[in-house]
């Protein structure tokens, strides 16, 4: 049984609700303030408020701004039952967060409507946030595992290897193994690295400034780099193209920067078929460089990029892959942090172009 919180300081008004709620199977909990309401909401949590706009010791207002401060309350269904219908009131209740705007005197049918409504949206909304919550925890205790054991296997098979029968390698062999213990490490460092820049974000760590400063100046010398580095990790022949403009000076500083384009090449890279070319463009606008890199092989599908973000990858019971899908997470809160934009555009099976905005420095 669904519960409703009435705040209503007109005893009539609130039993009357409470009655035409109850008849329609609701559970009712009421308020005659907006104090007493708060201390219901934390008490209780219901699953949606009914509150009225002008009461005494504190206002309808000033309630729904004060539940702002308790995350958990974020999505509870919220109507406010008012006299005052104007203009102002209705903007401001609305861009405080009220979901419906219900003025007395009021049909019962249509206040009926309204809890049905906001009730059955909160109901879809958190079935979908339980299958996304399914989702990361599936993506999570399948890929942390299989990213960790893969390449520590490597480093302690080779290891193994080489104890106490070092003598029987030629030069080229030892080269051969410790080239692959090497990679090995070097897989784990960047899980590591990754995990290390996505928690400094969550922390708030990592500021615009850190980011900013100081600026890239040569950002075409860092593409280079940076795509070159991501290509050789992976041998599928990979041609890279690059079509780069005059160098701008940007407003972010060497490091981001080529934390930027490394994860998006690399991600090219990891998806592109074998013998295609990974095609890097730059161009600049009014107030942007504009990174595009572009890969023919897997592609995306349109739910897919909508639900890019940390710790989801797609389709890995299909594709043996590499990563925990931190990489574009990484990059949206780069970009989120200096004011830039990530676009990704893709057709299923064919290609994929991830475009990153990166704003110019401003010039005197």
Do not use: W
């Amino acid at each position: 049984m669904e519960r409703i919180l009435v705040i209503e300081d007109e005893v009539e008004i609130q039993a009357n609700i409470q009655d035409l709620l109850e008849i329609h199977g609701y559970e009712v909990l009421t308020a005659g303030d907006g104090r007493a309401g708060i201390n219901s909401v934390i008490s209780s949590s219901p699953d949606l408020i009914i509150c009225d706009i002008n009461m005494p010791i504190m206002n309808g207002l000033d309630l729904i701004k004060e539940l702002k401060q308790y995350p958990e309350f974020y999505t509870i269904p919220f109507l406010f039952l008012t006299a005052n219908a104007s203009q102002d009131s209705v903007r401001i209740g609305m861009g405080l967060g009220a979901d419906d705007y219900i003025t007395k005197p009021y049909k019962s049918s249509e206040l009926v409507e309204a809890v049905e409504v906001r009730l059955e949206k909160s109901k879809k909304l958190k079935e979908l946030f339980l299958t996304k919550i399914e989702e990361l925890k599936k993506n999570i205790s399948f890929s942390i595992p299989h990213e960790l054991r893969t390449p520590l296997n490597a480093i302690m098979g080779f290891s193994k290897l080489l104890m106490g029968n070092v003598k029987d390698f030629d030069s080229s062999e030892m080269e051969n193994i410790i080239g692959h213990i090497h990679d090995s490490g070097a897989r784990l460092l960047r899980l590591i690295e990754n995990y290390t820049y996505l928690n400094n974000f969550i922390s708030n760590s990592i500021t615009a400034e850190n980011i900013k400063e100081p600026h890239t100046t040569e950002p075409s010398v860092v593409i280079k780099k940076a795509v070159l580095n991501a290509v050789k990790h992976y041998a599928k022949n990979l041609s890279p193209l690059f079509d780069l403009c005059n160098d701008k000076v940007l407003q972010i500083n060497e490091e981001y920067f080529y934390k930027l384009v490394f994860e998006i090449a690399d991600n090219a890279c990891k998806f592109s078929d074998e013998d295609k070319q990974v095609k890097v463009v730059s161009i600049y606008s009014k107030d942007f460089f504009i990174v595009k890199i572009e890969n023919y092989g897997r592609g995306m599908d349109k739910n897919e990029i909508k639900d890019v973000d940390a710790f989801m990858q797609f389709g890995r019971e299909e594709y043996e892959q590499q990563g925990l899908g931190l990489g574009l997470a990484i990059v949206k809160k780069i970009l989120g942090t200096i004011g830039g934009k990530l676009q990704i555009d893709s057709v299923l099976y064919d290609f994929t172009a991830v475009r990153i905005y990166i704003p110019l420095a401003q010039t005197s």
